[in-house]
């Protein structure tokens, strides 16, 4: 894993925009996995900026979003496709046709679920996915105790997340209790991996997934699986991790040897 440090929220969310530009700019047909919650937004106003005022091209760019609420219609008011319209495919030049977002409320999810992993094949596979991380260390919807090779499907929500999530609700009981995610095991096939974490409350866990033993009980720790992933925490999100200063001097010598 790639380990970078920066000062805030705001230098994490600029730097995991500006890693998505550079690969856009490589590839503009790129397959983009994407991940909603609030650690994200601020890399989505990045990458807006980016494309109102440096001509930053969606237009070849095909998505597919992590996980979405089971029985969420794609134009409920807290559903993760209404999400992602609202915090940045309204604003960017992308086109409909490749947005790829999971459906909550599709008949037969069982047969959705597998078509969803056939599309991503048929595209080439994700280019770069980007991830957040829940308190108990999940990615996507992989709670603990979910398969490391495990794939799209239908998951009952652990009772942390439910808690978690409720701020978006207006009281606990209206979050859902299943989702559609893609599986830890769809992840790993992802060619990059950019994980971005910010806040004290996100420290242990990093510490976890970065330094701890591999186990389905923290399902971020497959990433140490991946030989290409790249985590940007901030200060505070990086200060329970052992090895901070060899990351700093790493991100240092690798700065001063090849640029960013």
Same mark, same amino acid.
């Given at each position: 894993?790639?380990?970078?440090?920066?000062?805030?929220?705001?230098?994490?969310?600029?730097?995991?925009?500006?890693?998505?530009?550079?690969?856009?700019?490589?590839?503009?047909?790129?397959?983009?996995?994407?991940?909603?919650?609030?650690?994200?937004?601020?890399?989505?106003?990045?990458?807006?900026?980016?494309?109102?005022?440096?001509?930053?091209?969606?237009?070849?760019?095909? %998505?597919?979003?992590?996980?979405?609420?089971?029985?969420?219609?794609?134009?409920?008011?807290?559903?993760?496709?209404?999400?992602?319209?609202?915090?940045?495919?309204?604003?960017?030049?992308?086109?409909?046709?490749?947005?790829?977002?999971?459906?909550?409320?599709?008949?037969?999810?069982?047969?959705?679920?597998?078509?969803?992993?056939?599309?991503?094949?048929?595209?080439?596979?994700?280019?770069?996915?980007?991830?957040?991380?829940?308190?108990?260390?999940?990615?996507?919807?992989?709670?603990?105790?979910?398969?490391?090779?495990?794939?799209?499907?239908?998951?009952?929500?652990?009772?942390? %997340?439910?808690?978690?999530?409720?701020?978006?609700?207006?009281?606990?009981?209206?979050?859902?209790?299943?989702?559609?995610?893609?599986?830890?095991?769809?992840?790993?096939?992802?060619?990059?991996?950019?994980?971005?974490?910010?806040?004290?409350?996100?420290?242990?866990?990093?510490?976890?997934?970065?330094?701890?033993?591999?186990?389905?009980?923290?399902?971020?720790?497959?990433?140490?699986?991946?030989?290409?992933?790249?985590?940007?925490?901030?200060?505070?999100?990086?200060?329970?991790?052992?090895?901070?200063?060899?990351?700093?001097?790493?991100?240092?010598?690798?700065?001063?040897?090849?640029?960013?």
């Amino acid at each position: 894993m790639e380990i970078v440090i920066v000062a805030d929220y705001e230098k994490v969310s600029m730097l995991a925009a500006q890693i998505i530009s550079e690969e856009l700019k490589k590839r503009p047909n790129l397959v983009l996995g994407l991940a909603t919650g609030e650690t994200p937004l601020g890399t989505y106003r990045e990458l807006t900026r980016l494309h109102r005022e440096e001509g930053l091209d969606f237009s070849g760019v095909t %998505t597919f979003n992590l996980d979405e609420y089971v029985g969420f219609s794609l134009d409920h008011p807290s559903s993760y496709n209404y999400f992602m319209w609202d915090t940045l495919f309204n604003h960017i030049n992308v086109n409909p046709s490749r947005v790829n977002i999971p459906k909550g409320d599709a008949s037969h999810l069982d047969t959705y679920c597998s078509q969803y992993e056939e599309k991503i094949k048929q595209s080439g596979g994700i280019d770069i996915q980007l991830l957040g991380i829940g308190s108990d260390g999940h990615i996507a919807f992989n709670e603990p105790g979910s398969s490391l090779a495990s794939r799209t499907r239908v998951t009952a929500l652990d009772r942390q %997340t439910i808690a978690d999530n409720s701020r978006f609700f207006s009281k606990e009981e209206d979050v859902p209790r299943f989702a559609i995610t893609m599986g830890v095991g769809t992840i790993l096939e992802a060619k990059r991996i950019l994980l971005i974490a910010s806040g004290k409350k996100k420290a242990g866990v990093c510490a976890q997934f970065i330094e701890g033993p591999i186990t389905s009980q923290i399902t971020a720790t497959a990433l140490q699986l991946h030989p290409a992933v790249t985590v940007v925490l901030d200060v505070e999100a990086s200060s329970k991790l052992k090895r901070q200063d060899f990351y700093r001097w790493a991100m240092k010598a690798r700065e001063e040897q090849f640029g960013r």
